[in-house]
């Protein structure tokens, strides 16, 4: 049982130190002007070079706002982090806002949404050359979707005692990669299998406006003339509208049985070229339209719940990277913005998470074959769709099982783990998360997802002018809380570091980025 192996590891006499746990947040967001349309200015020089700069950068699209956090040991420093970060960015946008959801605001025509520039050095052309692909291959408009990404790790300390608790030999350095790697997608294959209940929990993206639409075939409902919406999904961002490729699904089979085939099959992906993205390059406008032809750009474009990741060096292939070093971190991917939040996200939702992850992580963990494979990608993807629907049935094993009576399962064991945390910490934030949360099990309506769409249909207004609201309220928040002296002149001078650095990075020829480029793919071969 997860929680009696958590009581070994709390009796520990450096338990405090084995059960803190490590976490960054790194946000997504669109600039937009006030009356919600996708802002198509350069990303404002005030905020320093995104290329540079380790804070504050841009995603897909030059609007497209990224902020990052340093690393935590607790929540709260987190959050505040991210909210000074947040003051301080929107205090300097002049008469542009923050977007506050995952799905975009009003958008422009698809080639007029804006690819991010990050300048003439290699590595700028190599980013932007990289969107200009996912642009080609999946479109402008789906890149403009927005997330909250949580990074998770836990402690060296936790690795040795977790080894411990099954009386196997002393980790050595030889060893300690292995194990930790190993441990890493045992948990990761569990959330994969629970992913669902986060996305019912947490989902915030049921709606989305015409102009994300357009022409394309769908099977929305229409809420008025400019919103469409379906009637019990939780996270369209995540499912068919949303960050998919069939492509990806159909070619690549990831299923997080190890490091060796996880990145194995991730190379394989960027070196195996493909028939429909090598036609793109037929018809390119530009004369690098890709990084390459192939399944994948990179492993950056490989879409899923969660990702391994760790931490190489500038210019070093991450693969090889992974390889050497093993699992250093995981990337939770598949979390919503929540519209009602100033920052997208809460302390309950985070304290939530680290009780998840901690669950995956304790819990046995077989490897997947095929139909556990699919069994997870069918019930996430279900609850996306309908997770609100009444009665709804997912699949546990292969036999039917109730979404609510399966989350009041999970929910029991994690108050198990909860109160254990809680007692060590000497707090109740843990237990206390889970009451806030346990409401949305029965009452679907109370779910950020269910809260939008009842908003929508009580006050007759557009997913839109419902958001728009939203972004006036935070970001007058933004504007009169205090931010300190020191932390106004710690942002303003990474972001002047930032430019100082950008200008000594020098611009390249053409030829000199071709063979930067036969480089980069003779790194994965």
């Known amino acids: 049982m997860p929680a009696d192996l958590l009581k ?11 059960l803190t746990f490590q976490r960054g947040i790194e946000r997504e967001l669109l600039r937009t002007t006030q009356q919600g349309a996708l802002a198509l200015t350069p990303h404002p020089k005030v905020l320093g070079a995104k290329l540079t700069h380790p804070l504050i950068t841009t995603d897909f699209s030059e609007s497209q706002l990224e902020l990052i956090t340093p690393v935590h040991s607790s929540t709260d420093d987190v959050l505040a982090d991210l909210g000074q970060i947040h003051q301080w960015t929107a205090q300097h946008l002049s008469d542009e806002r923050l977007w506050p959801g995952s799905m975009p605001c009003r958008l422009p025509a698809e080639n007029d949404i804006p690819l991010a520039y990050y300048g003439n050095s290699n590595l ?7 969107r200009h692909g996912l ?21 060296k300390p936790f690795f040795d005692a977790w080894h411990q608790t099954a009386r196997l030999q002393p980790l050595t350095a030889e060893n300690e990669r292995a194990y930790r790697s190993e441990q890493y997608f045992g948990l990761m294959r569990n959330f994969r299998s629970l992913a669902w209940l986060p996305a019912y929990l947490f989902g915030a993206s049921p709606a989305v406006d015409h102009s994300f639409v357009r022409n394309q075939d769908h099977d929305l409902s229409a809420f008025g003339e400019q919103t469409f919406y379906k009637p019990y999904a939780t996270s369209l961002r995540s499912g068919g509208l949303g960050y998919q490729s069939s492509t990806q699904s159909e070619l690549l089979n990831v299923c997080y049985n190890s490091l060796e085939n996880y990145t194995a099959t991730l190379r394989h992906g960027i070196t195996t070229r493909f028939a429909a993205y090598h036609a793109l390059d037929q018809h390119k406008t530009t004369q690098f339209a890709q990084v390459n032809t192939n399944i994948l750009q990179s492993e950056a474009e490989f879409y899923s719940s969660v990702r ?3 931490n190489p060096l500038p210019g070093k292939n991450f693969l090889q990277h992974l390889d050497e070093t093993g699992v250093g971190y995981i990337e939770v991917r598949m979390l919503d913005i929540n519209p009602y939040l100033p920052l997208g996200v809460s302390a309950d939702q985070l304290n939530f998470m680290d009780l998840l992850l901690l669950h995956c992580l304790l819990t046995p963990s077989p490897e997947h074959d095929d139909r556990l494979c699919q069994e997870a990608v069918q019930n996430f993807t279900r609850t996306t769709e309908e997770g609100r629907r009444p009665g709804l049935t997912l699949r546990l094993n292969g036999q039917p099982v109730g979404l609510q009576t399966w989350a009041r399962q999970t929910l029991d064991a994690l108050y198990q783990l909860a109160d254990i945390l809680d007692e060590l910490h000497q707090t109740s934030r843990y237990r206390a998360c889970l009451n806030a949360l346990e409401g949305r099990i029965d009452h679907p309506e109370t779910t950020p997802s269910g809260q939008i769409l009842n908003d929508l249909r009580e006050q007759s207004v557009s997913l839109i002018d419902h958001h728009l609201e939203l972004s006036r309220r935070h970001h007058q928040a933004f504007m009169t809380q205090p931010i300190t002296a020191e932390a106004k002149q710690n942002f303003d001078e990474i972001a002047a570091q930032s430019r100082l650095d950008f200008d000594q990075i020098p611009a390249d020829r053409d030829e000199d980025f071709s063979q930067f480029l036969a480089n980069y793919h003779k790194a994965y071969e």
Not at 124 to 130: E, M, N, S
Request: aromatic share 12%; charged share 15%; proline share 0%.
């Open 8 to 18: 070994q590891l709390a009796s520990a006499d450096n338990a405090t130190e084995i």
């Open 124 to 130: 700028g052309r190599l980013k932007t050359t990289y």
């Open 135 to 155: 642009g080609i291959r999946y479109n402008r408009t789906m890149q403009t979707i927005c997330a909250v990404h949580y990074n998770f790790s836990f402690t």
């Open 308 to 310: 391994a990741k760790s």
